[in-house]
């Protein structure tokens, strides 16, 4: 199973739309769940909002998930070579978790907890397009691995 773990909820009506297509053809091919914690409200204390959100988040991690953070600091990786690590991933680990952070960033804890960290682009990205920019990548994994056509 694929899981996404993540702060906040999507709002943008078109935006939301296109994270359901994805999601739907993902589900031709892999269980996928996507689990949505509550943001917390940005204050003057930057450090508390991460380490609340942090708890959030690592509540919905089971022990025994392979997690991938989601970070800008993680490691840089191209679609045939997501497609590969999944692949081989599947094998020894059932349930692989994508941690996508909220607005502030992400906590050390959460670094912590990361089996690897990788990152989508050198640019930055708002945390719920990150979603669907995810969403895209692991449904083009599935069709490399399953040898289809897909647009490049």
Known sequence: MIKIVC??????????????????????????EIIEVKD??????????????ADRLLDKIRDDEYVI?????GSSIDSLSLADKLDKLFVRNPRITFVIGGSLGL???????A???LKL???????????LILLEQIYR???ILNHETYHK
């Open 7 to 32: 702060v906040g909820k999507v709002k943008d009506k078109n935006l939301r739309t296109l994270i359901d297509d994805y999601v739907s053809r993902i589900s031709r091919y892999h269980r996928l």
């Open 40 to 53: 917390e409200s940005i204050g003057t204390d930057e450090k508390a909002v991460l380490s609340v959100e």
């Open 69 to 73: 953070l989601l970070d800008l600091h």
């Open 107 to 113: 906590d050390d804890r959460l670094r912590n907890r």
């Open 115 to 117: 089996n690897e960290s």
């Open 121 to 131: 682009s050198d640019l930055t990205f708002l945390h719920q397009m990150t979603r």
């Open 141 to 143: 994994c599935f069709k």
